[in-house]
C-alpha cells in the first residue's frame, strides 16, 4: 500500500504537469500560426523576433484589400450549412430505418455506404468536372458544392446516426405505434428528441469535415461558389518567403471552426463515440 | 405489413443518392480507361474526344504498371495510412489515459488538445512545411541554427571547450526529400488526427469498469498490467473504430502530398491520378480503377472484419 500512496503522491504531481506539456505541443503549431499572422513577412523569419517583435494587422488589411475574405467566408458558412442540414435531413431517416426496421442486409448496405468514402475523388474528378461543365451546367455553383459536400458526408453521418438510434429501446417506439403515431410523428416527436446530442454531434462533425474539405471545393469552383480552402490554395504558392501573410490567411479560414469547435467541445465528445461505449 | 414498408422506404433517398454518386462517376471512369483519351495531342487530335473507336483495351492498364512510378505510389499509399493509423493508435491511447484522471484545468488540456482536429488539412500542410519544418526559415532552421550557435560558443570554454568541440556541427533535415516528405506527411496527419483518437478512447474509458480495476488494485496488479489486462481489451472496439474511420479517410489522402511533395518524387495512388490527370485521362482512368480496387481489398479486410464486431 505505502508504494502506491508514494507513487500517487509523485503522481499527482508528475502527471498533471505532463498532460499540460502534452496539450501545449499538441496547441503550438496553431499558437505559433496566430503569432505568426501578427509579424510582417520580414520579421517573420527571423529568429531574433520569435517572440519579441511589433505586432502589425498589416498582413490582415492587405488580406481583405487583396481579396474579398468575406465572400469566401460566407461561401464556406453557405456551403457547409446547407449541406450539413441536407445530410441530416437523408440521413435522420435512413438511419432511422436501419437502426428500429433492419433487415439482412442493413449491415452490407452500411458496410456498402462507407465503402463509397474510400474511393478516390481523383479517380473521378475528371468525369465530375466533365459532367458538371459540359452537360449539367452547374460548375462552380452553391449547389454543388452543398450537393457534394453532403455525399461525401453522409455515410459518416448515417453511421454516427445509426449508432446514436440502436441505443435507444426500441419498445419506446413500438408503443409509439400501438397509440396510432405515424411513422413522421414516430421520429418527429419521439427519436429526434431522444436522439438529440446524438444529432447535434453528428451535425457538427459533419460541419466541421465540410468546412474542413479542400478536394472538391477546391476543384469544382473558380469563384462564384469558391470557399476558404480556395483561398488557402490560391495563397500558398509562393513557398517560404511570406509567413506573415499565409499564417494571416490561415488563421482567418481556420479560426471560425476552431472556435466553433472549443465552444461545442462537450457535444461533439458525447457524440463521437461511434458505437464504441457499451 | 404497410406499417413495415414505409419505414423501409425512409432509406431509399440515401441509398439511391450515393448509388447515383458512386455510379455515375465510376462508371465514367471505367470507360475512360479503355479508351485511348488525351487532352492535348496535336499529333492524334481524334483522341482528345472520348469515343468507343478509340478502344485501347488494358492498355492504360499496361501503362500504368509498367510507370515506374506505380509500384513506389501503391507501396507508399499503405505505408502512409499504416505509419499513421499505428502512431496515431499509440500517441492516442497513451494521451486518453494520461488526461483520464481528473487535474486542475483538465478542461482546458481537453480543449487545446482537440484543436489540431478542426484544422483544415490544407493549412495544416501549408503551417508544417513552411514554418515549422523548414530547413532554414521555419522554427526546425531556427533551431537548429541555436543549437549550433549555443554549442559554438561554449567551445570557447576553458576545460570543458574541448569537449564540445568534439561535437559535430547539426544539420537541420530537408522535409522536401522524396522519402523525407513521407515523413512530414506523416507528422502533421498524425498531428491532426491523435485527437480523434484520443477523443474517442476517452470516452470509453470512462465507461470502464471501475469496480474490476479497484479488485485488480486490491490483488495487486501493478497499473502496467491493469492497463494491459483491463484497459487494452476494453478499448478493442474503440480501436477498431479509429482504425477504421482512419483508414477511410487516409487512403485518399490528396492534399498534404500536394502541398509537401509537389515534383519531388514522393507519391501515393491519389495523388499519381492526379498528375496522369494533367493530359492523359485513360491512364489516370486505369490508375483510379487500380485504387478502387486497393480501397475494396482494404475494406474486405478491415470493414468486414471490424464491421461484425460492430454490428452487434
Redesign the interface.
Given at each position: 500500500m505505502a508504494a502506491?500512496t508514494n507513487q500517487s503522491r509523485f503522481g499527482k504531481i508528475a502527471?498533471?504537469v505532463?498532460?499540460?506539456l502534452?496539450?501545449?505541443i499538441?496547441?503550438f503549431?496553431?499558437f505559433?500560426?496566430v503569432l505568426?499572422s501578427f509579424k510582417t513577412d520580414a520579421d517573420a523569419?527571423k529568429?531574433e523576433f520569435?517572440f519579441s517583435f511589433t505586432p502589425t494587422l498589416e498582413n490582415y488589411t492587405n488580406m481583405t484589400d487583396n481579396y474579398d475574405y468575406w465572400k469566401f467566408a460566407l461561401n464556406s458558412v453557405i456551403t457547409a450549412t446547407f449541406a450539413t442540414l441536407f445530410a441530416l435531413v437523408?440521413?435522420v431517416?435512413?438511419a432511422?430505418?436501419?437502426a428500429?426496421?433492419p433487415?439482412r442486409h442493413t449491415?452490407d448496405?452500411?458496410?456498402w455506404?462507407?465503402?463509397?468514402?474510400?474511393?478516390?475523388?481523383?479517380?473521378?474528378?475528371?468525369?465530375?468536372t466533365?459532367?458538371t461543365k459540359n452537360f449539367l451546367g452547374i460548375y462552380d455553383t452553391h449547389f454543388l458544392i452543398i450537393l457534394v459536400l453532403c455525399?461525401i458526408n453522409?455515410?459518416?453521418a448515417?453511421w454516427m446516426l445509426f449508432?446514436y438510434f440502436k441505443e435507444i429501446p426500441k419498445e419506446i417506439l413500438e408503443a409509439a405505434?400501438m397509440d396510432g403515431v405515424t411513422?413522421w410523428g414516430e421520429i418527429r416527436d419521439i427519436l429526434i428528441p431522444l436522439a438529440w446530442g446524438g444529432i447535434a454531434s453528428t451535425a457538427l462533425l459533419t460541419f466541421?469535415f465540410c468546412?474542413?474539405e479542400?478536394?472538391w471545393t477546391v476543384r469544382l469552383t473558380t469563384t462564384e461558389a469558391a470557399t476558404?480552402?480556395k483561398l488557402?490554395?490560391g495563397n500558398?504558392a509562393p513557398?517560404?518567403?511570406f509567413?506573415g501573410r499565409?499564417?494571416a490567411v490561415?488563421t482567418a479560414?481556420?479560426m471560425p471552426?476552431?472556435v466553433?469547435?472549443?465552444f461545442c467541445?462537450k457535444q461533439?465528445?458525447?457524440g463521437?463515440?461511434?458505437?464504441?461505449?457499451? | 405489413m404497410a406499417?413495415?414498408t414505409?419505414?423501409?422506404?425512409?432509406?431509399t433517398?440515401?441509398?439511391i443518392?450515393?448509388l447515383i454518386?458512386?455510379i455515375?462517376?465510376?462508371s465514367?471512369?471505367l470507360y475512360?480507361s479503355f479508351i485511348r483519351y488525351v487532352l492535348n495531342n496535336l499529333r492524334r487530335p481524334e483522341w482528345t474526344t472520348p469515343s468507343l473507336s478509340n478502344w485501347r483495351g488494358f492498355g492504360n492498364y499496361e501503362f500504368v504498371m509498367n510507370n515506374k512510378d506505380f509500384v513506389l505510389a501503391m507501396t507508399n499509399s499503405l505505408f502512409i495510412v499504416g505509419s499513421i493509423l499505428v502512431l496515431t493508435v499509440i500517441l492516442g491511447l497513451a494521451?486518453a489515459v494520461?488526461?483520464n484522471?481528473s487535474?486542475?484545468?483538465?478542461g482546458?488540456?481537453?480543449?487545446?488538445?482537440?484543436?489540431?482536429?478542426?484544422?483544415?488539412?490544407?493549412?495544416n500542410a501549408?503551417?508544417?512545411i513552411?514554418?515549422?519544418l523548414?530547413p532554414?526559415?521555419g522554427?526546425q532552421g531556427?533551431a537548429v541554427?541555436?543549437i549550433n550557435d549555443m554549442i559554438d560558443g561554449l567551445r570557447d570554454f576553458p576545460v570543458l571547450g574541448a569537449f564540445f568541440s568534439l561535437w559535430p556541427e547539426l544539420e537541420p533535415i530537408s522535409f522536401r526529400a522524396t522519402q523525407t516528405s513521407a515523413y512530414a506527411v506523416i507528422m502533421m496527419v498524425t498531428?491532426q488526427w491523435?485527437?480523434?483518437a484520443v477523443?474517442?478512447f476517452?470516452?470509453?474509458l470512462q465507461?470502464e469498469d471501475q469496480q474490476q480495476k479497484e479488485a485488480a488494485?486490491l490483488d495487486g496488479a501493478s497499473n502496467w498490467s491493469q492497463f494491459i489486462n483491463l484497459t487494452v481489451p476494453h478499448l478493442a472496439?474503440?480501436i477498431a473504430?479509429v482504425v477504421?474511420?482512419q483508414?477511410?479517410?487516409h487512403?485518399?489522402l490528396?492534399?498534404e502530398i500536394e502541398?509537401v511533395s509537389r515534383g519531388n518524387g514522393n507519391k501515393n495512388?491519389?495523388?499519381l491520378?492526379?498528375e496522369f490527370?494533367n493530359n492523359n485521362?485513360g491512364a489516370?482512368?486505369a490508375?483510379?480503377?487500380f485504387?478502387?480496387i486497393l480501397?475494396?481489398i482494404?475494406?474486405i479486410f478491415l470493414?468486414?472484419m471490424i464491421?461484425k464486431s460492430?454490428?452487434d
Open positions: 502506491i502527471w498533471p505532463l498532460a499540460w502534452v496539450a501545449l499538441f496547441f503549431p496553431i505559433w500560426m505568426t523569419v529568429p520569435l437523408v440521413g431517416p435512413c432511422y430505418a436501419m428500429f426496421n433487415s449491415k448496405v452500411l458496410m455506404m462507407l465503402s463509397t468514402k474510400m474511393l478516390p475523388a481523383a479517380a473521378v474528378l475528371y468525369p465530375m466533365f459532367l455525399l453522409l455515410p459518416i448515417i449508432t405505434k411513422t466541421i468546412w474542413n479542400a478536394y476558404l480552402s488557402i490554395e500558398r513557398e517560404g518567403l509567413f499565409l499564417s490561415s479560414a481556420v471552426i476552431v466553433l469547435g472549443w467541445q461533439l465528445v458525447q463521437l463515440t461511434f458505437g464504441a461505449v457499451k | 406499417d413495415r414505409l419505414p423501409k422506404l425512409l432509406q433517398p440515401a441509398v443518392l450515393l454518386w458512386m455515375v462517376p465510376l465514367m471512369t475512360f494521451i494520461l488526461i484522471r487535474f486542475p484545468g483538465r482546458i488540456v481537453r480543449v487545446l488538445l482537440i484543436s489540431p482536429f478542426f484544422v483544415m488539412p490544407a493549412v501549408v503551417l508544417w513552411n514554418m515549422l523548414d532554414v526559415l522554427l531556427i541554427g541555436g498531428w491523435t485527437p480523434f477523443l474517442i476517452m470516452t470509453s465507461s488494485i472496439r474503440p473504430i477504421m474511420i483508414s477511410i479517410f487512403l485518399s490528396y492534399a502541398i495512388l491519389p495523388y491520378i492526379g490527370a485521362i489516370a482512368s490508375t483510379g480503377i485504387a478502387v480501397a475494396n482494404v475494406a470493414l468486414r464491421g460492430l454490428m
